[in-house]
């Protein structure tokens, strides 16, 4: 590794150490995290009935699929969002006079969401544990695919919200763009089972990482029952480590393209005029 490459990771490290303690000591980042896993929670407990053609509680599947979902939001929502405001509060501008400031930047808030988006499932995964007595993987193999799933998951998700983070102008159009995230997220294989869905919207959500993601974990977590309802009745994962690397590679490259791209547009004048803007809106 070069002297430079070691500078930035070293300093994106010192960022990311700061970024994690801050949220840490934060009452409001605690409750953030323990509320998705809650809500979801309440909502697996009002399903009730068998997946067709097995012994799988609904409930079950919802809850195993909830372990997806909050990583992926976190990977997705939670980046674009936070990504937005380092943008838009001038964060962004102020790294771009110093030297490997961006780079150290986007490893630093990466690998923060990175450990948010674990938080998050380690949280699920417990709760679903204790409340619905979800069943834990059941041999070595089942853990270590439940981790590399996870893992490849979020790598997959983060630097795609990096992505979407830089593009967007705006912290309403941040706002808006909950809506379709927590669509695509529902829909792949949350709430009903993938093979339910017409198949035109299989078609779309395989191209996403969420659904491989999901697939993934419900072939750690629940029985081979659980194939009546899998397309080609195979978790597939072969298909779900490819797709996960495929997205977690292109990512990567996009990302610190797309946040040097966000960087070059901000300007003082721009800040200056965001904040005046704001501060007419509140008074």
């Not at 990466?110 to 450990?115: E, G, Q, S």
């Not at 795609?160 to 912290?171: E, H, I, M, P």
């Not at 809506?179 to 339910?196: K, Q, R």
């Not at 977690?248 to 960087?263: E, F, I, S």
């Amino acid at each position: 590794m070069s002297t430079r490459a070691q500078r930035i990771a070293a300093t994106g490290w010192d960022r990311a150490r700061v970024l994690i303690k801050s949220a840490v000591t934060s009452k409001m980042e605690i409750v953030g995290l323990l509320l998705t896993p809650g809500i979801f929670l309440f909502m697996a407990s009002q399903r009730s009935g068998f997946v067709a053609g097995s012994h799988i509680k609904q409930s079950l599947l919802m809850v195993t699929g909830g372990v997806a979902m909050v990583a992926a939001i976190e990977g997705l929502s939670s980046t674009a969002s936070m990504i937005s405001m380092d943008r838009h509060d001038g964060t962004m501008l102020r790294l771009r006079g110093t030297p490997d400031g961006m780079p150290a930047y986007l490893v630093g808030r990466m690998l923060h969401i990175c450990v948010r988006a674990a938080a998050a499932a380690v949280v699920m995964l417990v709760a679903a544990h204790l409340a619905f007595a979800m069943p834990l993987p059941s041999t070595p193999l089942k853990w270590a695919t439940l981790v590399w799933v996870l893992v490849l998951g979020i790598l997959a998700t983060v630097p795609l919200g990096a992505t979407l983070g830089a593009l967007l102008d705006s912290q309403r159009a941040s706002a808006l763009l909950q809506l379709p995230v927590y669509a695509l997220v529902m829909l792949s294989g949350v709430f009903v089972p993938f093979a339910a869905m017409p198949r035109y919207v299989q078609w779309v959500l395989e191209v996403f990482p969420v659904k491989w993601m999901a697939q993934g974990i419900r072939s750690a977590m629940l029985p081979d029952q659980m194939l009546v309802a899998e397309t080609s009745h195979s978790w597939q994962l072969p298909w779900v480590a490819l797709v996960l690397v495929a997205w977690t590679v292109a990512g990567m490259w996009l990302a610190p393209k797309m946040l040097h791209r966000a960087a070059r547009k901000e300007s003082g004048s721009k800040l200056a005029g965001r904040r005046q803007t704001a501060m007419a809106g509140g008074m």
